[in-house]
């Protein structure tokens, strides 16, 4: 079946992203994580970022329950968890791999860079929701991102 969507996603896959993680705790304290691309920063003062999430994800009523939420940046040699947390392959995130700064929300051990973000907005936008976030805490290491451009990771590995 061809997917009527492939023309514009082709299109909106021409802007290259970086890769981070999402993450949350749901309403019973179980870890939340989600691949995400649509993550950019927003505003210095205050410090602002925001992430869309799609109404459909199983992650949804989770983010949408949570008042925070954490951001991992990806390094480049990450892609198997960008693979995992979209679901596509391996264990979901476990309580070894995360550690906590002040909303109570997770953030990767393993990570480029981190945020820890106050909930501030949810925008409903077509199929998506924007949730802008601010930044409480963050910190960033030197290395190599994960970039995806055209559906694909850069360099391709496969
Ligand atoms: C590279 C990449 C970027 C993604 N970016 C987003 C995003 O910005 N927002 C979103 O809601 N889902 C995004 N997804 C999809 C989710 O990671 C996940 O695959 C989707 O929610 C399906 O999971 P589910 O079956 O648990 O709902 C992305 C997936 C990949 C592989």
Same mark, same amino acid.
């Given at each position: 079946? !061809?997917?009527?969507?492939?023309? $514009? +996603? @082709?299109? &909106?896959?021409? &802007? #290259? !992203? =970086? %890769? #981070? #993680? /999402? !993450?949350? +705790? @749901? /309403? @019973? =304290? +179980? $870890? %939340? /994580? %989600?691949? #995400?691309n649509s993550f950019t920063s927003v505003s210095l003062e205050p410090p602002l970022v925001l992430w869309c999430l799609d109404n459909r994800a199983s992650t949804y009523s989770a983010f949408m329950g949570s008042d925070s939420y954490g951001i991992s940046i990806l390094r480049a040699d990450q892609r198997t968890e960008s693979d995992r947390f979209a679901r596509y392959a391996g264990p979901p995130v476990t309580e070894a791999e995360v550690e906590y700064w002040n909303s109570g929300s997770p953030i990767l051990k393993d990570r480029l860079a981190g945020f820890d973000c106050k909930v501030v907005a949810r925008h409903d936008a077509g199929d998506h929701v924007i949730l802008v976030g601010e930044v409480t805490k963050f910190d960033s290491a030197e290395g190599e991102p994960l970039i995806y451009f /055209?559906?694909?990771?850069i360099p391709d590995s496969e």
């Open positions: 079946m !061809t997917d009527k969507y492939r023309p $514009l +996603k @082709d299109a &909106f896959g021409r &802007f #290259v !992203t =970086g %890769i #981070v #993680v /999402a !993450t949350c +705790k @749901d /309403a @019973d =304290g +179980k $870890l %939340i /994580a %989600i691949t #995400v /055209a559906s694909n990771y």
